[in-house]
């Protein structure tokens, strides 16, 4: 796993730029410009299990699902940040990308640090330090767990008309 470091205030232009929003809509043709405009090297070498590490109001900017589509496509474990924008959140969670905000995580985080993350007990550790977060409520885990909204609530009809 490798985690992928970046600052404050990420918009999804940076994300995933706007000029492409009309010509990119599969998830193998939004990989080759993800953040592009602020990391050249990610689209590149971002592999799955990877994470990365934000600051404060990561995905502001417009309602483009395209970051979040390509960020989970790409096999991104996992986001976690100091605070997100309500509306990439939203999005984030409708693709099944889990979302953790913990200011104290990144706030320890160094480039080199060894970071692991554990979704269900509440907690990320830095460098051996555990730091904590909010458990997640079970229909996020489960949404997350199904591959997105849509699988959830497909496997539930599933469910419903077998029971």
């Known amino acids: 796993m490798k985690v992928w470091h970046y600052g404050d205030d990420i918009n999804t232009d940076l994300l995933f730029p706007g000029k492409y929003t009309y010509t990119c809509a599969t998830p193998d043709e939004i990989r080759p410009h993800l953040l592009e405009d602020l990391d050249a090297t990610f689209a590149q070498g971002v592999q799955p299990g990877d994470v990365l590490v934000v600051g404060r109001n990561f995905g502001c900017g ?33 693709q099944g990308l ?28 830095v460098d051996g330090r555990a730091y904590s977060f909010p458990k997640l409520p079970p229909e996020i885990m489960a ?21």
């Open 62 to 94: 417009s309602s483009r699902e395209q970051p979040v589509v390509g960020l989970k496509a790409v096999g991104v474990a996992a986001i976690v940040a100091k605070s997100f924008a309500r509306i990439f959140y939203r999005a984030a969670i409708n």
């Open 143 to 163: 949404i997350g767990e199904a591959g997105g909204l849509l699988e959830y609530t497909r496997k539930k009809l599933r469910a419903q008309r077998a029971g």
């Open 98 to 125: 889990l979302l953790i905000e913990c200011p104290a995580a990144v706030d320890a985080y160094r480039a080199g640090s060894t970071l692991s993350i554990d979704a269900a007990g509440g907690t990320i550790t």
